[in-house]
């Protein structure tokens, strides 16, 4: 061990050693004293002797030889206590990872360890996070919640908001099943209502006969009280005339320039009016031909040709029309499409209704305007009399209809509120009620002394278009969809016509009228687009049921 020039042993540095020396005092033979170096910081003693007595040289070397032999064996005590501290430090990670504790070349290595094991255990938190969110997802999706309490699955919600789609999707899953048990229960409801309004009667109706021969839809079909037949107008500028019980064409009449849109015939007499796209409304001579014409004769070989060749319609030949008795049309009269033409009871006065946005009232005598009826904001789409009294109603586009009184000589009108959409058609009945049509899906039966509300709402699932009430009361409904349904005038349905491949509708149903004739096998005709008219014996209840 070396010593300075005052005598002072040199320790070595060491991380260990950076305290500062504890200085004591010691006596030593022949009158000197020494200054030892504690070191180590354990307490042992290590001693440099420094003479100050000078009579006795060799004093202050015994002295030096003691301090050196007191330094080495602190040196020894000291790497044991080191050795073991280090031991300690490598039990735990948490004092490893201690900063001041590491020694000089293992400090950056074990620093180095500990950030990445703490990136390691950052990224498995995110990963944990994710994957019950992911988790969350698919349970609100599948719809198989982990619980089976409400409650408990509410804190999912904030799940949920994350992604806009799966919350979109869940929760039309939730309405589309809340909607299918309300129109169960609606449906069954429904169900025991019609079963229990018709006790034990049965509606029995089926397709009787089909009349066949326009070349284009069919606008409406109408009955002749007392008369075995029915008019048709189409959209082919054409009206026929049609018996019942043959099924055959017995009058053509071919006098209008435009689609014929409505038909009606005479309370008492043998003529037809008819409203017409020409702008015109006419009157003509319904007389038919009740005997079957007879087959052309094969009178040479030509004529053979052309029955052979040609169809079958031809060998029946037709009674064509083309001069009407009477026109209304000229000044004062309309300037648009006639949809809706009408007889007054009595039969002088007839209603016609267009899409001028007028109604006017005629003399069918002097063919003059008597009555023009402004009011309507869009265009009409049907006009209609009452069967007894002088009253009218016409509907129109802008979903209203008005009943114009013509008792008195000022005439006087109601306007009648109550649909959404176009009314498209209505009718009066025996006990002074109108029933109206309309595009939004529903029909209502009104009392002619309260406009304010109806009495009943029948709501369908398809457009209603010219509807008829039976003299039972028994309303006959077409549909856009190509449907018919009979319900009272209390809302009760009793049937709905069958339609299928073989029998009904193939397109939109015009128009409905029923026949008063109970000797006839068809109580209920049908027009429709398909150029078809329809035949139908239906069976109804009795009134009071």
């Known amino acids: 061990m070396a010593l300075d020039l005052l005598g002072r042993q040199k320790m070595p540095l060491d991380g260990a050693s950076s305290k500062q020396p504890a200085i004591a005092t010691s006596t030593v033979s022949g009158g000197a004293t020494g200054v030892s170096t504690t070191t180590g910081g354990s307490g042992s003693v290590g001693s440099a002797g420094v003479g100050t007595g000078g009579n006795t040289p060799g004093s202050g070397v015994a002295g030096a030889t003691g301090g050196v032999g007191g330094g080495a064996s602190g040196a020894s005590v000291m790497g044991k206590q080191l050795t073991a501290k280090r031991s300690l430090k490598l039990g735990s990670l948490a004092e490893d990872i201690m900063p001041g504790t590491l020694g000089g070349g293992e400090e950056p290595f074990r620093a180095r360890l500990h950030h990445l094991f703490s990136q390691i255990e950052k990224e498995f938190e995110l990963l944990h996070v994710e994957n019950m969110s992911l988790r969350e997802k698919l349970e609100a999706v599948a719809g198989t919640p982990r619980d089976s309490t409400v409650g408990e699955r509410l804190p999912l ?45 049965s509606v029995v109706s089926s397709l009787v006969r089909e009349f066949c021969g326009h070349k284009d839809g069919v606008w409406q079909v109408s009955t002749k009280a007392g008369q075995p037949i029915i008019g048709t107008a189409s959209a082919d500028h054409s009206a026929c005339i049609w018996g019942i019980d043959t099924g055959r064409c017995l009058l053509q009449y071919q006098g209008h320039s435009g689609s014929v849109n409505s038909i009606k015939f005479h309370p008492t007499r043998d003529i037809v009016l008819t409203g017409s796209g020409d702008a015109t409304a006419q009157i003509w001579q319904a007389a038919v031909n009740w005997e079957v014409p007879a087959r052309k004769g094969h009178s040479s070989e030509e004529e053979l040709e052309e029955e052979e060749e040609g169809p079958y319609e031809e060998k029946e030949r037709i009674d064509v029309l083309r ?82 009184d013509f008792r008195d000589p000022i005439p006087a009108v109601s306007v009648f509120q109550g649909h959404t959409e176009n009314v498209t058609s209505t009718v009066f009945t025996r006990d002074d009620k109108v029933v109206s049509g309309s595009d939004d899906r529903s029909v209502k039966v009104w009392e002619l002394r309260n406009m304010r509300s109806a009495l009943t709402t029948i709501r369908t699932d398809s457009a209603v278009n010219r509807l008829a009430v039976s003299a039972s009361g028994v309303i006959a409904i077409p549909h856009d969809n190509r449907h018919i349904r009979l319900f009272d005038l209390n809302g009760q349905r009793i049937a709905r016509l069958p339609r299928t491949s073989r029998q009904g509708h193939r397109r939109m149903v015009s128009a409905v009228a029923w026949t008063e004739d109970i000797s006839s096998n068809c109580n209920l005709f049908s027009s429709g687009f398909d150029r078809r008219v329809l035949g139908w014996g239906v069976c109804l209840p009795p009134k009071d049921n």
């Open 157 to 201: 919600q904030d799940a949920f908001e994350v992604d806009g789609s799966v919350n979109k999707s869940f929760k039309s899953k939730l309405g589309s099943a809340g909607s299918k048990v309300k129109a169960g229960h609606k449906l069954r409801a429904q169900t025991s209502r019609i079963v229990s309004s018709f006790k034990a009667q």
């Open 323 to 404: 001069t009407p008795l009477c026109e209304f049309s000229g000044p004062g009269g309309h300037t648009a499409v006639v949809v809706a033409a009408d007889w007054l009871p009595g039969g002088d006065q007839v209603i016609t209704a267009s899409w001028d946005r007028t109604a006017i009232l005629w003399d069918v005598e002097t063919r003059e305007p008597l009555h023009p009826l402004c009011g309507h904001d869009h265009e009409l789409t049907h006009a209609s009399a009452h069967p007894s009294q002088r009253l009218v109603v016409t509907a129109s586009r802008d979903s209203t209809f008005r009943l114009w």
